[in-house]
């Protein structure tokens, strides 16, 4: 594949976090000649969010390559329907939801367990509805439920630049999923505490998408760069064009 015919990749980051939490994998994809793009996923609705990430998509000229990341898988679900430019949905610890699926519900599939919700602060915004509000991981249990193959250091510089997400996007129910048309590659971390491994079988599995699994806490795409990037470029490669 050479680099006129590769594909755009599209990194959508999740809650909790920033595009720069793509970093290593952006410099690994643009090292082998991939256009790569990371948006800043608004967090402030499902459907909105996916909405928005549409939109870039739309600006894009050729095949892409989607990638979301924890609740980023959620709104690539949604985001991608009827598209015919993306070509292949890649899930980095991320929500692969079905219809009508709520993240919420997404969490306990295959008996999966996480503590994050008993951890969660939730701060206020301007026009946010009666019981919405701001949700972020409380500092003291960051590193333990989202980043534990982090150093101390780094884990507590992410958890004081936390981006929250709309407590809102939690119990959205999804609608038509991408998946059900356009093949899927599953990343799932061992040991990954905020999308119970459990859980994230399960959506692979139904999905019909191509799995594998590392020893990684829910931030792989920080902590395992290259597996990550090496997941990307075997969608972009086995993927029919767009």
């Given at each position: 594949m050479n680099s006129e015919s590769k594909p755009t990749v599209v990194l959508v980051h999740g809650a909790f976090a920033d595009a720069s939490g793509w970093t290593g994998v952006i410099k690994i994809l643009q090292r082998d000649g991939y256009s790569v793009l990371a948006p800043a996923n608004p967090l402030r609705s499902l459907h909105g969010d996916a909405d928005y990430v549409r939109t870039v998509l739309s600006t894009i000229d050729g095949p892409i390559v989607l990638v979301g990341?924890?609740?980023?898988?959620?709104?690539?679900t949604?985001?991608?329907?009827?598209v015919a430019a993306v070509s292949a949905l890649v899930y980095i610890c991320g929500f692969a939801l079905d219809e009508g699926e709520p993240v919420l519900g997404a969490i306990g599939l295959g008996g999966g367990y996480s503590a994050l919700g008993e951890h969660t602060l939730v701060r206020p915004y301007p026009g946010a509805a009666e019981g919405d509000?701001?949700?972020?991981i409380d500092p003291d249990y960051f590193k333990e439920l989202f980043c534990d193959d982090l150093t101390d250091e780094?884990?507590?510089?992410?958890?004081?630049?936390?981006?929250?997400?709309?407590?809102?996007?939690?119990g959205t129910p999804s609608g038509v999923p991408a998946w059900k048309t356009i093949p899927s590659w599953f990343l799932i971390g061992s040991d990954d505490r905020t999308i119970p491994p459990e859980?994230?079988?399960?959506?692979a599995e139904r999905a019909g998408g191509h799995a594998v699994e590392i020893e990684s806490s829910h931030v792989a795409m920080i902590s395992h760069p290259e597996a990550v990037a090496k997941l990307i470029v075997d969608a972009a490669k086995n993927a029919v064009p767009a």
């Open positions: 990341h924890s609740y980023g898988g959620a709104v690539i949604n985001a991608a329907t009827d509000g701001d949700g972020y780094d884990a507590a510089a992410m958890g004081a630049a936390q981006r929250p997400a709309a407590l809102n996007t939690l859980a994230h079988r399960v959506m």
